[in-house]
C-alpha cells in the first residue's frame, strides 16, 4: 500500500481522483466510470435485450405451435426468412432457436444480471466509493457493448446468425460448408463471444478485488449481506471458467478459419472427404460443459442471493442460517465444477465415468435443498409484507424447486438417455434457470430501482405484472415436461412428419405457444412501469423497505462516491429484523451496539467495547488514499 | 438460548479490511484467468493426446534456449526491482531496458522455432499433435507482448522518475507479470518435452 507524502506519482493520482467538478455529459453518461451509472447502463442494455431475446422465442413458437399458421405478416421483420408459401424458413428456425439461447444465457442474465446488480450494490452494500477500477469496469461494459453490436448485427446478415445451437458443437459449428448458420453468423458469434468473455473477466476481476479491499471499517466477511457474498461466488466462477470457453473457442476458431483440426477427423461432405483428421469434437464438448454448467450457476447464485436479502427484508425476520446459506452457496459454487459431464451422458462416455459424474451431479441437491430449507424458514411465522419484490422472490423459490426436481431425474444417467435433447430438458432448465434467476432481476430491480432511480415503481402494477407472469411461466413450461417424456425433441422445426407425433400433443403445443404470447404481452407492464416511473414515479424515501444493509444510508440520489462525507462504518450484520427488544423492527448495519442496549445480547455487549477499535481503523477510501 | 449463542459465538477481532494494493489485486486475478485460459489448453492436449493418432516430432531445440534467455531475463527484472528499491536510477534504466531486450530476443527465437518446425514438416494445420505446439507457444508469444507492454510503461515511468523506493507498485506489478509469464513459458515447455 503507498501512502507517502507528496511525489509525483500521488500528485498525477490526486489529479486523477478529483472530478468533483461537473462532467462533460459524455464522461457522465456515456464513457462513465461511476459504477452506479454502469450499471443502469447494463440494466437497459439487458432489458433491450431480452426484448429481442424473447421475441425470437415468440416467433419460433408461433412455428411450433402453429406449423400450418401462415407467417406472412413476419416478413416486415423477417423479410425473405419466410419463404413464398409463408412458413418460417427451417434453417432460420435453427438460427432463432440459437439466437434466443445465447441472447438470454449470456446477454440477458448474465450481463444483464450480474452486470446490472453487482456493479450497483457492491460498492453500496461493502462502503466502498467506487469498483476498485473505474476505467477497467467502464472497458468492461464497452466490451460488452461491442460484442452486443457484433451480435445483433449477425441478426441481419444474408446467411443468417449463428445457428448450431448456444452449445455451438463441432462439427456443425466448425464447417462453415455445414449450415448457412455455420458461414459468416458463426465467425461472428465467436467474435462476439470472444469479446464478451473480456467484458465479464474484467467485470468478474473487479468485483472480487473491490470485495476483498475495499470493504469499509468493521465490515468483514461475516458481516457482509448475502448479496454480496452471491455476487462475490458469482466472479470466483466466472473468473475460473470464462478461460476456458475461451480457449475453446479459440481452438474452433482455428478450425473454422485456418484448417487446423482440433475438432474434426474424418468428414465426409457430398462424398468427398475433408482433409482433417486426428481431431476430437468430444474434446470441445469437454471444453464447453466445463464453462457451461457453471455458467448456469453464475446466471443463478446473484438472483439467489438478492432474493434472500429481499426475503429476509420482508419477511422482518433474520435470515434462517446465514453461515448455511453461505456454507451451501461455496459448495454450490466448488460442485459446478466438477458435474459438467451430465450433459454429455448420451455422448459416448465411459458407462463408470458417467456413474461417477452422476453422483457428483446428485450431491448438488444437498446444498440446494439446504438453500430451498432455509428460504422457507426465513418466511415461516414472519411478518411478511407482499411488496412486488417479495412476490417476484417467492416466485423464484418456487421455481427454483420445482425445477430443481427435475434436475435430480435428469441427473440419473440412466433415466437421462431417455430424456435428453427432449422437452424435459428444456423444461427443467427453463424454470431452474430461466425463470428463476429472471426472477431474481426483476425482483431486485423492483428493489432497487429507489436506489437507483430516487422514484418508486408502482406497486399495482407490479402485483398485475407479478401474478400474469408467475401463472404464465407454469403454463408455459408445466406442460413441457408431459410432451418431453412422451419423446418430443428439441430444436425441432415441425414434428408433423413423424407418426408418434402426429396426432399427439399437437393442442398441448398450440397450448403452449399462446401462454408464451401471454406471458410476453405480459412483460410489456413492467417495461412501461420501469419507463414511466424512472421520470413521473413517486419519490423515493430514504428507506422505503425499511432494510439493514448500507445502500439505504447513502443520499437517496448518491452522488459520486456515494457517501457525502465519511464512509459509515459497520457494527453488526444485515439481519437485525425484528430484534427483541428492540424499539424498531429493523436496526442498520451501520448502528453501534453501544446505541441498542435494550436489545442488544450478552455477547453482543462485550462487542461494544471493540467499536472504538473498528472506528480508528484505517479507512479504505479511495478519495483520501493516493494507490 | 442466548446462553447458547453466547457459548458459540466466538467474539471477533475487528480485522483491517485492506489487505493488498487493488491494482495488484487485479493483477494476480489476471492472472488467475491467464492460468486457467492455458489450464484448459494443456488439458486438452493431453485429451486429444490419449486418444492416439499423434504425430511425433522432434521438439526444435532452440526452444531450450529461448528458455534460457526468458529466465535471463527475469533476473534482470528482479535486478531492476532491486535497483528500484535502492533508488539506484542509473542500474534501474539499464536492467529494465535488458530486459525488454531479452524479450525480443526470445520472441525472435520462438519465432525462429516456428522456423524450424516448418522445415520439420511440422505445419499449424495438420495433425493435432503440431496444431497444439504452435498454439501453446503463440498464445505464450502474444501474453508475452502484453508484458513487454507493460515493460515499457515502466521504463517511461523510470525515466521521469516515477519509480523509487517510495513508489514500487508500477516496477512490482510489471515484475510479477514478467516473473508469472517466464514460469508459464517454462510449465508449457516442460509439459511439452515431457508429454511428448
Ligand atoms: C439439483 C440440481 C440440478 C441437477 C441435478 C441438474 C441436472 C441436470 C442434468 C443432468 C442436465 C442434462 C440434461 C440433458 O441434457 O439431458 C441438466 C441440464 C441443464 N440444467 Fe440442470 N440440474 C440442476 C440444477 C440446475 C440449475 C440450478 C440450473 C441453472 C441455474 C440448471 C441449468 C441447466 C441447463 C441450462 C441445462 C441444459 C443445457 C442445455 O442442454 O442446453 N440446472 N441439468
Ligand atoms: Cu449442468
Known amino acids: 500500500m503507498a501512502t507517502v507524502a507528496a511525489n509525483s506519482a500521488t500528485v498525477a493520482h490526486a489529479e486523477e481522483h478529483d472530478h468533483h467538478e461537473p462532467q462533460s455529459f459524455w464522461r457522465t453518461y456515456i464513457f462513465s466510470e461511476d459504477h452506479k451509472t454502469i450499471a443502469k447502463q447494463y440494466l437497459i442494455s439487458g432489458i433491450f435485450w431480452s426484448i429481442i431475446g424473447i421475441s425470437l422465442s415468440v416467433m419460433f413458437r408461433l412455428q411450433l405451435g402453429f406449423p400450418a399458421m401462415k407467417l406472412d405478416f413476419l416478413r416486415p421483420i423477417l423479410g425473405n426468412w419466410i419463404n413464398e408459401t409463408g412458413k418460417l424458413d427451417p434453417d432460420f428456425y435453427l438460427a432463432l432457436v440459437t439466437m434466443h439461447g445465447t441472447i438470454m444465457v449470456f446477454f440477458v442474465l448474465t450481463a444483464g444480471l450480474s452486470g446490472t446488480f453487482s456493479n450497483f450494490l457492491i460498492p453500496l452494500q461493502v462502503g466502498a466509493r467506487d469498483m476498485a477500477s473505474g476505467f477497467l469496469n467502464m472497458l468492461s461494459y464497452w466490451f460488452f457493448f461491442l460484442a452486443s453490436v457484433i451480435m445483433l448485427g449477425s441478426l441481419f446478415i444474408e446467411t443468417g446468425p449463428a445457428a448450431g445451437g448456444w452449445v455451438i458443437y463441432p462439427p456443425l459449428s466448425a464447417l462453415p460448408q455445414a449450415h448457412k448458420g455455420s458461414e459468416l453468423g458463426m465467425t461472428l458469434w465467436l467474435i462476439s463471444m470472444a469479446l464478451f468473455i473480456v467484458s465479464q473477466l474484467l467485470g468478474g476481476i473487479n468485483y472480487i478485488t473491490t470485495v476483498i479491499n475495499l470493504r469499509t471499517r468493521g465490515m468483514s466477511f461475516s458481516k457482509l449481506p448475502l448479496t454480496i457474498w452471491a455476487f462475490f461466488l458469482t466472479a470466483v466462477l466466472g473468473l475460473i471458467s470464462f478461460p476456458v470457453l475461451l480457449s475453446a473457442a479459440l481452438l474452433l476458431i482455428f478450425d473454422r478459419s485456418f484448417g487446423t483440426s482440433f475438432y474434426l477427423s474424418e468428414i465426409y461432405i457430398k462424398g468427398e472427404a475433408l482433409p482433417n483428421v486426428g481431431g476430437s469434437p468430444i474434446l470441445f464438448q469437454h471444453l464447453f460443459w466445463f464453462l457451461g454448467h457453471p455458467e448456469v450457476y453464475i446466471v443463478l447464485l446473484p438472483a439467489l442471493g438478492m432474493t434472500s436479502e429481499i426475503i429476509a427484508t420482508n419477511s422482518r425476520k433474520p435470515i434462517f442460517g446465514y453461515r448455511a446459506m453461505i456454507a451451501s452457496m461455496m459448495g454450490i459454487a466448488f460442485l459446478a465444477f466438477i458435474v459438467w459431464a451430465h450433459h454429455m451422458f448420451v455422448t459416448g462416455m465411459n458407462p463408470f465415468l458417467g456413474s461417477i459424474f452422476m453422483f457428483l451431479t446428485l450431491i448438488i441437491a444437498v446444498p440446494s435443498a439446504v438453500k430451498a430449507f432455509n428460504y422457507i424458514t426465513t418466511l415461516w411465522r414472519g411478518n411478511i409484507r407482499f411488496t412486488p419484490a417479495m412476490l417476484f422472490s417467492i416466485g423464484l423459490v418456487s421455481f427454483f424447486i420445482s425445477g430443481g426436481l427435475t434436475g435430480i431425474i435428469l441427473g440419473n444417467s440412466a433415466l437421462d438417455i431417455q430424456l435428453h435433447d427432449t422437452y424435459f430438458v428444456v423444461a427443467h432448465f427453463h424454470l431452474v434457470m430461466g425463470a428463476a434467476s429472471a426472477f431474481g432481476l426483476l425482483a431486485g430491480v423492483y428493489h432497487w430501482f429507489p436506489k437507483m432511480f430516487g422514484r418508486m415503481l408502482n406497486e399495482k402494477l407490479g402485483y398485475v405484472h407479478f401474478w400474469l407472469t408467475f401463472i404464465g411461466i407454469y403454463l408455459v413450461f408445466f406442460p413441457m415436461h408431459y410432451i418431453g417424456i412422451s419423446g418430443f425433441p428439441r430444436r425441432y422445426y415441425a414434428f408433423t412428419s413423424y407418426d408418434f407425433t402426429k396426432n399427439i400433443f399437437a393442442d398441448m403445443n398450440s397450448f403452449i405457444s399462446l401462454a408464451a404470447i401471454f406471458t410476453f404481452t405480459a412483460q410489456w407492464i413492467f417495461i412501461w412501469n420501469f419507463v414511466y416511473s424512472m421520470f413521473k414515479g413517486r419519490k423515493a424515501p430514504q428507506n422505503p423497505w425499511k432494510s439493514n444493509t448500507l445502500e439505504w444510508t447513502a443520499p437517496i440520489n448518491p452522488g459520486h462516491g456515494n457517501w457525502p462525507g465519511e464512509i459509515p462504518a459497520v457494527y453488526r450484520w444485515a439481519y437485525d429484523y425484528s430484534k427483541p427488544g428492540a424499539k424498531d423492527d429493523f436496526i442498520p448495519q451501520n448502528v453501534p451496539y453501544s446505541q441498542t442496549p435494550e436489545s442488544n445480547l450478552p455477547h453482543e455487549n462485550e462487542l461494544i467495547g471493540l467499536e472504538k477499535e473498528i472506528e480508528a481503523q484505517n479507512l479504505n477510501d479511495q478519495f483520501k488514499q493516493p494507490h | ?196
Open chain 2, 1 to 196: 438460548m442466548s446462553e447458547l449463542v453466547n457459548n458459540i459465538t466466538l467474539v471477533e477481532e475487528p480485522e483491517e479490511t485492506l489487505s493488498m494494493n487493488p491494482r495488484k489485486f487485479i493483477l494476480w486475478l489476471f492472472i488467475v484467468s491467464i492460468i486457467m485460459l492455458f489450464a484448459a489448453m494443456t488439458s486438452a492436449y493431453l485429451v486429444r493426446r490419449a486418444e492416439g493418432n499423434w504425430l511425433e516430432y522432434a521438439i526444435p531445440s532452440i526452444f531450450y534456449y529461448s528458455s534460457v534467455v526468458l529466465v535471463l531475463s527475469s533476473l534482470t527484472m528482479h535486478w531492476a526491482y532491486l535497483s528500484a528499491k535502492k533508488d539506484n536510477f542509473g542500474n534501474l534504466k539499464i536492467a529494465i531496458t535488458i530486459t525488454f531486450v531479452l524479450g525480443a530476443i526470445f520472441l525472435y527465437m520462438q519465432f525462429l522455432g516456428w522456423v524450424d518446425l516448418v522445415n520439420e514438416n511440422v505445419f499449424f494445420v495438420g495433425n493435432p499433435a503440431g496444431s497444439f505446439m504452435y498454439i501453446f507457444t503463440g498464445l505464450h508469444g502474444f501474453h508475452l507482448i502484453s508484458g513487454i507492454i507493460v515493460l515499457v510503461f515502466a521504463l517511461v515511468a523510470a525515466f521521469r522518475l516515477r519509480i523509487h523506493a517510495k513508489s514500487l507498485n508500477q516496477i512490482e506489478i510489471a515484475a510479477t507479470y514478467w516473473h508469472f509469464l517466464d514460469i508459464l513459458w517454462l510449465y508449457l515447455f516442460f509439459f511439452l518435452v515431457y508429454f511428448h
